[in-house]
C-alpha cells in the first residue's frame, strides 16, 4: 500500500489551530457572562481537537480493505440508533437548547449523532450506490431501483427536521445524496424528478412549522432590505438580528482585520460568534485576507480529497470520498452565505473551525477514513 496524503494531515492540522486560535479570542463575552475560566473554550476545543486528530491519525494506518466496510457500518448502525431515540429520550439526558432537542447529554460533552449520522449515511450510500445503482431506460425502473434510498431519506429526514429541528443537516444529507447519485451513474432526468419530490417535502416541512415560515419571511425582508432599494416582503429582523451584526462585524474587519482578539462584534453582538458566526468573527479580526487564507486552505483540501476520489481503483471508495468532500464543501459554503444573509441561515458548524466537540470528532473522523482509503488510491 501507498503511503497517506500528507497534505491533508497538514491542512487539516492548520484549521485546528485556527480554530483553537479563535475558541480563544472569539467567546470572551460569553465566558465573563458565564463566569468562566478565559480558557475555557480553548481547552475544550484542544482536547476534542487533540482526540480528533489521534483518531484521524489511528484510522489513517487501518487497510482499508479490512477496516473500511466494518467502521463504516458501525458509525451508520450506532447513529442511526441515536438519532431514531434522541427525540424520546427524557430531558434529563437530551435537553432542549434554544427549542432543539439535538445532543445527548454525557456531562463532559453533549454529544450530536446527527454529525455521525452524516458519515454513516455516506458510507451507506457509497456501498449500496456502487452495488446496485445500474443504467436502465425508464424513469420507473429507476425509481424502483431507488425507492428504499429515498424511503429512508425521508423517515430520517424527518426525524431530523421535525423532532430534533435541524433542517439544516437534512439539506446537507439532501444535497450529498444528489452528488453521490449522479456520481454512481444515476439519470439527470430522475435526479430532477427527485428533488421536485424533496422541494416539496420540504415546503410541507417549512408549512408546519410557524416559527420556520416567519423564519423565511424575515429571511426575505432582512436579505432584500441588504441587497435592494425596498424589501421584497413585509417582515422585520428577529431571528435575523445577529445575520445583521454579523455582515456589520464582516464590514468592520474590513481588509486588514482589526487584528486578533481586538474584534468588537464578539462583545454581545454576536452571541455565537465561535460556532455558527465564526466565519463573521474571523473576518471582523482577520480581514479579508485572513478569510482568502481559510478558503484557499479549505479549496487545498478539497482538492486534494476529490483527488483521492478520483484515483481510487474501488467505486464505493470512490464515491464516499466524493460525499466526505461534499459535505464539507457543503458546510463551508452554507454557513458562508447564510451569515451573509444570501440564504435563510442553517446553523450548520464551519468544519474544524467552529466550536463544537461531536463536530470536531466527525469530521476528524471523515478524513481519517477518507486518509485510509488513500492508501489504495493511485496518488
Do not use: C
Not at 173 to 196: E, H, P, Q, Y
Not at 261 to 280: C, E, M, P, R, W
Not at 352 to 372: D, E, K, P, Q, R
Request: aromatic fraction near 14%.
Amino acid at each position: 500500500m501507498q503511503k497517506v496524503d500528507s497534505l491533508i494531515f497538514i491542512i487539516v492540522a492548520i484549521l485546528m489551530l485556527i480554530g483553537a486560535i479563535f475558541s480563544y479570542s472569539l467567546p470572551i463575552f460569553l465566558e465573563y457572562k458565564k463566569h468562566l475560566s478565559e480558557y475555557h473554550f480553548l481547552i475544550r476545543y484542544l482536547i476534542f481537537g487533540s482526540v480528533g486528530f489521534i483518531i484521524m491519525i489511528s484510522l489513517s494506518k487501518l487497510d482499508p480493505d479490512k477496516w473500511f466496510n466494518k467502521i463504516g457500518f458501525l458509525i451508520f448502525i450506532v447513529s442511526s440508533i441515536l438519532v431514531i431515540i434522541l427525540p424520546f429520550l427524557p430531558e434529563n439526558i437530551a435537553p432542549i437548547i434554544n427549542g432543539a432537542k439535538r445532543w445527548i447529554d454525557f456531562k463532559i460533552f453533549k454529544f450530536s449523532p446527527v454529525e455521525f449520522f452524516k458519515i454513516g449515511v455516506i458510507f451507506f450510500l457509497s456501498w449500496s450506490f456502487s452495488r446496485k445503482i445500474k443504467k436502465t431506460d425508464t424513469l420507473k425502473e429507476d425509481i424502483k431501483i431507488l425507492y428504499p434510498y429515498l424511503l429512508i431519506l425521508v423517515i430520517f429526514g424527518g426525524i431530523i427536521s421535525l423532532l430534533i429541528s435541524d433542517l439544516g443537516q437534512v439539506i446537507v444529507i439532501l444535497l450529498t445524496f444528489a452528488i453521490l447519485l449522479l456520481a454512481a451513474g444515476g439519470r439527470i432526468k430522475t435526479l430532477f424528478f427527485i428533488i421536485m419530490i424533496i422541494t416539496i417535502l420540504a415546503l410541507i416541512s417549512v408549512i408546519s412549522k410557524k416559527y420556520r415560515l416567519q423564519r423565511i419571511e424575515n429571511w426575505l425582508y432582512t436579505m432584500s432590505s441588504n441587497f435592494f432599494s425596498q424589501p421584497l416582503v413585509k417582515g422585520s429582523i428577529t431571528n435575523y438580528g445577529q445575520v445583521i451584526e454579523s455582515l456589520n462585524a464582516i464590514h468592520h474587519g474590513g481588509i486588514f482585520g482589526v487584528g486578533i482578539g481586538n474584534g468588537i462584534f464578539k462583545l454581545g453582538f454576536l452571541s455565537d460568534v465561535h460556532t455558527d458566526f465564526v466565519l463573521a468573527g474571523i473576518a471582523e479580526e482577520s480581514g479579508l485576507i485572513g478569510i482568502t487564507i481559510i478558503f484557499f486552505l479549505f479549496a487545498i483540501l478539497l482538492y486534494r480529497i476529490f483527488r483521492i476520489s478520483n484515483r481510487s481503483e474501488k467505486k464505493e471508495y470512490q464515491l464516499f470520498a466524493l460525499g466526505i468532500g461534499s459535505m464539507i464543501g457543503i458546510q463551508l459554503i452554507v454557513n458562508g452565505l447564510g451569515i451573509t444573509s444570501i440564504i435563510p441561515l442553517k446553523g450548520l458548524p464551519v468544519p474544524f473551525l467552529s466550536y463544537g466537540g461531536s463536530s470536531l470528532l466527525a469530521f476528524s473522523t471523515a478524513i481519517g477514513m477518507v486518509l485510509m482509503i488513500s492508501k489504495k488510491a493511485k496518488i
